[in-house]
């Protein structure tokens, strides 16, 4: 079995996985970390939302093959260290705004929001209606408004 070896949540992890084995499963089952929920496992509702290298993307679309020693992989539960807080400042604004109903989508929610402020940072884009429409993750409660204003509230304390 060919090992890969990762950085998750900045820790170096190894692991034994088949190159084709989805990131997903390897962030689940061999490595424990519960965060990145599995919607669909097609790309598509993006509730398994994580970072690698500061940039949003789903991790049950990716073979773990595809990754090399210096990719950086962030889910929810190593955000707060990422601003050296107990709380990242969208997590703060989610609990604020009150978002969550069943919670499950919550973590790619999240992860999805702090990279599309980031990048709007680099970019040099406003934090609009617009920029929000660009965020695709789904949500079955249906708390699309509050999940918005909490957006733009974490973005303001970013």
Same mark, same amino acid.
């Given at each position: 079995m060919p090992t890969h070896t990762f950085k998750v949540n900045g820790e170096?992890?190894? &692991?034994?996985a088949d190159d084709r084995e989805r990131l997903l499963w390897v962030l689940r089952d061999l490595l424990g970390i519960r965060g990145?929920?599995?919607?669909?496992?097609?790309n598509v509702c993006k509730a398994c939302t994580s970072h690698i290298n500061g940039k949003a993307f789903n991790p049950c679309a990716v073979p773990v093959g595809e990754l090399s020693a210096d990719d950086e992989v962030t889910t929810i539960e +190593? @955000?707060?260290?990422? &601003?050296g807080r107990? @709380? =990242?400042?969208?997590q703060e604004a989610? @609990?604020? =705004?009150? &978002? /969550?109903?069943? +919670?499950?989508?919550?973590? +790619?929610?999240i992860m999805a929001a702090v990279a599309k402020v980031n990048q709007a940072r680099r970019e040099g884009r406003e934090i609009d209606d617009e920029l929000l429409d660009e965020i695709r993750n789904v949500c079955r409660c +249906?708390?699309?408004?509050?999940?918005?204003? /909490?957006i733009k509230t974490g973005a303001e304390r970013m």
């Amino acid at each position: 079995m060919p090992t890969h070896t990762f950085k998750v949540n900045g820790e170096t992890v190894t &692991v034994e996985a088949d190159d084709r084995e989805r990131l997903l499963w390897v962030l689940r089952d061999l490595l424990g970390i519960r965060g990145p929920k599995y919607g669909c496992g097609i790309n598509v509702c993006k509730a398994c939302t994580s970072h690698i290298n500061g940039k949003a993307f789903n991790p049950c679309a990716v073979p773990v093959g595809e990754l090399s020693a210096d990719d950086e992989v962030t889910t929810i539960e +190593g @955000l707060p260290a990422t &601003v050296g807080r107990e @709380l =990242h400042p969208m997590q703060e604004a989610w @609990l604020e =705004h009150d &978002v /969550a109903q069943c +919670g499950y989508c919550q973590p +790619g929610q999240i992860m999805a929001a702090v990279a599309k402020v980031n990048q709007a940072r680099r970019e040099g884009r406003e934090i609009d209606d617009e920029l929000l429409d660009e965020i695709r993750n789904v949500c079955r409660c +249906g708390t699309y408004y509050r999940i918005r204003e /909490a957006i733009k509230t974490g973005a303001e304390r970013m």
